[in-house]
């Protein structure tokens, strides 16, 4: 492997590992994971949403999302809900408490990462953004393969 894609694999792997580390959210209640808060997101944005869908999203097993969804609910965080039309269905919905929690660890993430590139010029951040959408273009192509 040449020299340069060894730098670039090495970079990010280590912005990963950094990037979990800096944007952990503290508070009383708990740290949430990016995950936690990945599932926090999509439960927001798709109301009512099923163990599976949520194991989809995250593209995990279904065991991991069940031990992910049993964190948030002990948190209080979500409630499970019967499926008024088929009471086999368990449906994932926000509680207020999870959702008071999301606006704020969305902000202070927001925060962090404004900081975090508050270095970088205008031009640097739009030439990141380009970098970065062809990389995620890319990877979408690879696993529609």
Do not use: W, Y
Request: hydrophobic share 40%.
């Amino acid at each position: 492997m040449s020299e340069p894609n060894q730098q670039l694999i090495d970079l990010i792997f280590h912005l990963n590992r950094s990037m979990r580390q800096c944007l952990m959210f503290d508070s009383e209640i708990t740290q949430l994971t990016l995950l936690q808060l990945e599932t926090l997101i999509f439960l927001k944005q798709n109301k009512s949403a099923q163990m599976r869908e949520v194991a989809e999203h995250l593209h995990i097993a279904m065991p991991s999302a069940t031990s992910l969804i049993n964190t948030l609910a002990s948190l209080n965080l979500i409630d499970r809900q019967n499926d008024d039309s088929d009471r086999r269905l368990v449906r994932l919905v926000l509680t207020k408490k999870g959702e008071s929690l999301l606006a704020k660890a969305v902000e202070a993430k927001k925060e962090r990462i404004n900081k975090i590139l508050s270095f970088m010029t205008q031009k640097d951040k739009k030439h990141m953004v380009s970098i970065l959408e062809t990389i995620l273009e890319r990877m979408k192509e690879e696993n529609e393969k």
